[in-house]
């Protein structure tokens, strides 16, 4: 079945740590997106792809990074700048930018600091 | 910057009866899209439905209806035959056509179904 699959489903950090989550579509899309979700609040964009090789900022990529090198994979680095990352991390991608259809996202991810 | 605001944290339902779930947003813009979001315990998010501004008719999705009031840049979802499967977490998301497909959420409404 096509879908986007994360990984892991529950990841832990130390202090000073980088970590990687993991993204990845087999839906053929175009765009990729990462969002974080904290208690109380809705989702808020971090990073998103419209393209292989090229991404831009959203509303909080301070301490998080990203790369674009294969159109199915979307992993973004939580770097130990990223001062509170305990949070749930959501994946999407939607079909090509721009368009009217939805973006379809993964199950999460869980970081949490040890 | 669009903002989008949803100002019942929580709302309750007996099942098989209609809710109404309320979401206003702010744009400068006149045309974009809509849409309203569920996410179960599972914390997937599933897409519910969808409005593009440009269509005047609200969209409708089986049990899953709208009301766009765009002049009033008002976006409601009403959930008619309340289902136990139907407790979730509802967002309302704003995304603007020239954006890059960047989706605004607003905070959620947590909705409760009573047998």
């Known amino acids: 079945d096509g879908g986007i699959t994360q990984s892991p489903k529950y990841l832990f950090r130390k202090e000073g740590q980088n970590v990687t989550l993991s993204c990845e579509q087999n839906l053929n899309h175009d765009a990729m997106y990462w969002y974080r979700q904290d208690p109380g609040q809705g989702l808020r964009l971090i990073y998103y792809?419209?393209?292989?090789?090229?991404?831009q900022k959203g509303d909080i990529a301070e301490g998080y990074s990203v790369s674009r090198e294969k159109k199915e994979s979307f992993p973004l680095t939580v770097t130990s700048a990223q001062k509170n990352p305990t949070a749930f991390y959501l994946c999407a991608s939607s079909a090509t930018p721009n368009s009217n259809q939805p973006q379809h996202f993964g199950d999460g991810t869980r970081l949490s600091i040890l | 910057a669009q903002t989008v605001t949803q100002s019942q944290p929580e709302m309750s339902v007996q099942e098989a009866e209609t809710v109404t779930l309320s979401c206003t947003y702010d744009?400068?813009?006149?045309?974009?899209?809509l849409f309203w979001y569920k996410q179960p315990p599972s914390r997937q998010m599933i897409l519910v439905i969808r409005q593009e501004a440009y269509k005047q008719q609200n969209a409708t999705e089986n049990r899953f209806s709208v009301n766009f009031q765009k002049a009033a840049k008002s976006f409601s979802l009403k959930i008619s035959d309340s289902q136990l499967g139907d407790a979730a977490m509802y967002f309302c998301?704003?995304?603007?056509?020239?954006?890059?497909?960047?989706?605004?959420f607003g905070t959620g409404t947590r909705l409760a179904v009573r047998p």
């Open positions: 744009t400068s813009e006149s045309d974009y899209y």
């Open positions: 792809s419209q393209i292989v090789n090229d991404f």
């Open positions: 998301a704003y995304r603007q056509k020239s954006s890059g497909d960047k989706l605004t």
